[in-house]
């Protein structure tokens, strides 16, 4: 298959106080040295924190950027997958990626690396960053990747992130997937995922990307 170097973009992206994550962080996702074009839009969660005024100071030097939030009241029990509900709407290309603001700050030619190797023809792709650049994990069918997903995004107040051996432990860093595909993405995300089946979900992805 022939790559597009050139594919058009939507990040999507959800915070909830991380402020100074975003403070950090956004400016490196905003300033893409990519010939392509792409937009980020960002989901605020409801955030108590400075993030409304972050977002403010940021959309006045950056027009890639584009905020909206999830109205109050709202539990935060689902929250997470409402906001990429909301963020994909608001999306106007083809080429999604759901992305985490809770990261080092990425390296200028990320999406160009995203777009060199990318392969247009699976429907989802699993993106890992590392010590020697990202990682793609391409799967045939959304469905093939739920116990990527289940596992990653379950319903849990906190989620430890780690970054040695995150392949292999299928901790990925971000979705790449096409936009009509977005919604079968979300239906694995904050699920109640019982210890045992959990279990059951941490050594299938171990083999899979070990012998894979």
Known sequence: ?????MQKFSILITVYDQAAALESNLPALLTQDYEGDYEVIVVDET????????LKLLKDTHPRLYTTFLPK????????????????????????ILSKIGKD????????????????????????YGRKGIRLQAFDD????????????RRLRKIRDYHRMSYRFGRYDFIITRKDHVYDVLQYFEQ?????????????IFFTNLFG
Do not use: C
């Open 1 to 5: 298959m022939k790559y597009n170097n």
């Open 47 to 54: 955030s108590t924190d400075n993030t409304e005024d972050v």
């Open 73 to 96: 009241p709202n539990r935060r029990i689902t929250r997470k997958k409402l906001a990429f509900n909301i963020g994909v709407k608001a999306a106007k290309y083809e080429w999604v």
């Open 105 to 128: 700050p990425l390296a200028e030619d990320v999406l160009s690396s995203i777009a060199g190797v990318l392969d247009e023809s699976s429907p989802l792709t699993l993106g890992y």
């Open 142 to 153: 959304v469905s093939d990747a739920q116990a990527h997903i289940r596992k990653a995004e």
């Open 192 to 204: 109640q995922v019982p210890w045992t089946t959990l279990i059951g979900l941490r050594l299938k």
